[in-house]
């Protein structure tokens, strides 16, 4: 597999990777001081958008059974 990891195997899901621990809204806000911040959702319209805008066709960016169910 060029882009440098194992190539997976359909039949089989894909491994989840390690969650970092949550942090608290003090923490947050600490991190935050100085800086704009802004909430932002994106959704299944946008993420295409933005794929096509930078020609990024992988299929876990068109397809949602894949992205959730082979990938992970």
């Known amino acids: 597999n060029w882009v440098f ?3 997976l ?5 894909a491994k989840l ?4 621990a949550e ?8 991190q935050a001081q100085g800086m704009v911040v802004r ?3 994106r959704d299944v319209v946008q993420l295409f958008r933005m794929s096509a805008l930078t020609f990024n ?3 876990i960016h068109y397809d949602l059974p ?3 169910d082979v990938e992970g």
Do not use: V
Request: charged share 35%; glycine share 4%.
């Open 5 to 7: 990891r194992e190539a």
């Open 9 to 13: 195997d359909p039949s089989k899901k």
């Open 17 to 20: 990777p390690i969650k970092p």
């Open 23 to 30: 942090l608290s809204q003090s923490q947050l806000d600490e």
């Open 39 to 41: 909430d932002f959702n």
């Open 57 to 59: 066709g992988h299929r």
């Open 66 to 68: 894949w992205a959730t």
